[in-house]
């Protein structure tokens, strides 16, 4: 089975510009949930997806969002980059939503803002 | 906020020898869980350790968790230099949002 698969894996972007990063999770997870890693503030959940549907979201600004497909597969986007957008970028995926099961998590998109 | 403090931020050890990280949390929580990482990549998920349960093991892992204390360990036996890498604990609170709350991690290095 394969695993949670992030696209790109590195990214480097302007001050200003937007990207768009992407998640497939595992065949049949339908629940995918997004986390930023810098060394400063650590692992930090940004918002969570579930049947396309956001069941939470984190103590980010508006400038992140994100969307769920009908096939599962999420995307988040960030607009108006920030040099503090600098991070690790993480996708995980699990069967249900409510995290009683453990999480699979991708090899994550580092992204850089200069 | 980071709900977990994570006890040492770092440990060296030589190979063979047993690693014995620990996990302080805030808030009641419905389960708590161990990943690891290896430089600045994905997370692996470790074990999961329910609320109810007081330890579990899995090969040469094994995690304790006391809610009284609101604390939990994790002990790699028998260490390996594979085994080298950061470890975080993470909670999800019984109470409002279902995510993972992830502590600071611990940088665990094997010496061979």
């Known amino acids: 089975k394969a695993g949670v698969t992030q696209t790109p894996r590195y990214l480097i972007k302007t001050r200003g510009q937007q990207v768009t990063l992407s998640c497939s999770p595992i065949?049949?997870?339908?629940?995918v949930s997004w986390y930023q890693q810098t060394p400063g503030q650590g692992l930090q959940f940004l918002f969570e997806?579930?049947?396309?549907?956001?069941?939470n979201k984190g103590n980010f600004p508006g400038r992140f969002s994100g969307r769920q497909f009908s096939n599962s597969r999420s995307e988040m986007n960030v607009s108006t980059l920030e040099l503090g957008d600098s991070a690790l970028y993480l996708c995980?995926?699990?069967?249900?939503?409510?995290?009683?099961?453990?999480?699979?998590f991708g090899q994550g998109t580092r992204l850089t803002v200069v | 906020s980071q709900q977990g403090e994570e006890d040492p931020q770092a440990l060296s050890i030589q190979e063979g020898e047993n690693a014995t990280m620990n996990c302080s949390y805030k808030?009641?929580?419905?389960?708590l869980q161990w990943y690891r990482q290896n430089s600045g990549r994905g997370l692996v998920h470790l074990i999961l350790i329910r609320s109810n349960e007081r330890e579990k093991h899995s090969g040469r892992l094994r995690v304790t968790l006391d809610t009284s204390k609101k604390s939990s360990s994790l002990l790699i036996t028998a260490s390996r230099a594979a085994d080298t890498a950061s470890y975080f604990c993470a909670t999800v609170p019984r109470e409002g949002a279902q995510k993972l709350v992830f502590g600071q991690g611990t940088r665990l290095t094997i010496n061979p």
């Open positions: 065949s049949g997870h339908r629940s």
């Open positions: 808030t009641s929580i419905n389960n």
């Open positions: 997806y579930f049947s396309e549907t956001q069941r």
């Open positions: 995980a995926s699990s069967t249900m939503p409510g995290l009683n099961t453990e999480a699979f």
